[in-house]
């Protein structure tokens, strides 16, 4: 169920190339054994990787550290010391949940 959600999150998108990265992990034995272990041990990365599909393939394509260091850096370059309080914690609640999907990934994976 949650790979179908997740399938379903990245059709919705409306991009077709994000439908397709999760199509084909979904196929894949190895990324769907994954998928299916994060679905299943925790509520709370699922439903990261339903919110963060993008980002998933983002990793996937780069590693965790280029991920890491680009989470950063999007954060630096966003001006959030500037924003609005309210535009502030969603960018804030964003880099929380990609870190944790990065960082549990990762320790699942053993990258």
Do not use: C
């Amino acid at each position: 169920m949650g790979r179908a959600r997740w399938r379903e999150a990245a059709e919705a998108s409306g991009d077709a190339a994000l439908a397709r990265f999760a199509a084909e992990a979904d196929a894949d034995r190895v990324a769907a054994a994954l998928l299916d272990a994060v679905f299943g041990n925790s509520p709370y990365l699922g439903q990261a990787l339903i919110h963060e599909v993008a980002f998933v393939r983002d990793l996937a394509a780069a590693g965790p550290e280029v991920s890491f260091a680009n989470l950063i850096a999007a954060l630096e370059a966003g001006g959030i010391e500037t924003a609005p309080e309210a535009d502030a914690m969603r960018a804030l609640r964003q880099a929380k949940r990609r870190a944790a999907l990065l960082i549990g990934l990762a320790d699942i994976a053993d990258l």
